[in-house]
C-alpha cells in the first residue's frame, strides 16, 4: 500500500524496477475512494502529533500490505470499481467505514488494532519462517491464497506484513458463514494449489529485465514475476488467489 499523497493506492501488479534516475511509470489502484486532495507531498510514513508512527508508506518490505480482499481484486479483476467495491465490503464488515474510505485504516483503527496484534502475535510464534520462502494461506478450510519467493531472506522482509494482510482478510470473511465444521487442507492439497500451473497463460514484461507470467482458471489466477537480469532467470515473486 502506498500512503499518503492525493490518496491512498495499491500497485496492480508485481514489477521490477533497475536503478535509475528517471521517473518510473507505476500502475496503482485507489483504496480511498472519497478523497482527491492532498494530505503529503510523497508517499511516505504518516505519524501522529507526537511522532507516533500511525501508518506506514510505501512499498517493498515497508509499510503494509493490502488485504486478500483488496489485493485480489486488483490481482483477478484488474477493474478499478472492483477493488472500490471489495475496499467497501471489507471496511464495512470490520466496522472501519470513514468518511474517505480508506483501506489504511483496517489496520490503526481500534476497532481491529486488538484483535489483529493477538492474532499476528500467536501466529508469529507457530510459524518457521526462518526455514521458509512462501506460505500457502487458507481460511476456515479454504485454500485462498500463495505467496513465495525467491529465498528465505526476502520471505523474511515480507512476512510481517504480509501475515497482518492475511488476519484482516480472515476476520472480515464470510467463506464458511455457515458456521459448519470445516477440513483443515493437508500438506500435499496445499503443494498442489501453490505448485498447480494449469490454465491459460499469458506474459508481459521487458526485454532483459523481467517477465510477469499470468496463468488463469475458472477458479484461480497465478502469476510469476521472473527477473531476467540473473543467468538463469530467477522467480522472485509467485502469488496465487482464488477468486470470490
Not at 25 to 40: I, M, P, Y
Not at 47 to 60: E, F, M
Not at 111 to 116: A, H
Not at 179 to 197: C, D, K, L, Q
Request: hydrophobic share 35%; aromatic share 8%; proline share 5%.
Amino acid at each position: 500500500m502506498l500512503l499518503g499523497g492525493q490518496q491512498d493506492r495499491i500497485v496492480q501488479k508485481d514489477g521490477l524496477i533497475p536503478p535509475t534516475k528517471a521517473p518510473v511509470d507505476l500502475a496503482v489502484f485507489c483504496v480511498e475512494h472519497g478523497r482527491w486532495t492532498a494530505q503529503t507531498s510523497q508517499f511516505g510514513i504518516t505519524t501522529s502529533a507526537n511522532g507516533a508512527v500511525v501508518s506506514g508508506g510505501g512499498g517493498g518490505a515497508g509499510g503494509f500490505a493490502a488485504p486478500g480482499g483488496g489485493r485480489g481484486a486488483a490481482v483477478t479483476t484488474k477493474s478499478q470499481g472492483q477493488v472500490w467495491d471489495s475496499v467497501a465490503q471489507q471496511n464495512r464488515k470490520l466496522g472501519t467505514e470513514t468518511s474517505t474510505g480508506t483501506y489504511r485504516e483496517n489496520y490503526v483503527s481500534p476497532k481491529t488494532r486488538p484483535v489483529l496484534d493477538e492474532y499476528v502475535k500467536d501466529l508469529m510464534g507457530r510459524f518457521p519462517v526462518q526455514n521458509s520462502a512462501g506460505v500457502v494461506v487458507a481460511i476456515n478450510g479454504k485454500l485462498i491464497w500463495m505467496d513465495r519467493f525467491d529465498s528465505r531472506e526476502t520471505f523474511a522482509k515480507y512476512w510481517p506484513k504480509l501475515l497482518k494482510s492475511y488476519v484482516l482478510e480472515a476476520m472480515s470473511s464470510d467463506y464458511n458463514g455457515s458456521g459448519r465444521p470445516f477440513v483443515i487442507p493437508s500438506y500435499r492439497e496445499a503443494m498442489h494449489y501453490a505448485n498447480g500451473r494449469e490454465g491459460k497463460a499469458s506474459f508481459e514484461g521487458e526485454e532483459g529485465l523481467s517477465k510477469l507470467t499470468k496463468v488463469e482458471t475458472d477458479t484461480t489466477v497465478l502469476y510469476e514475476l521472473e527477473d531476467l537480469q540473473a543467468n538463469p532467470g530467477i522467480v522472485v515473486h509467485a502469488n496465487k488467489v482464488t477468486k470470490r
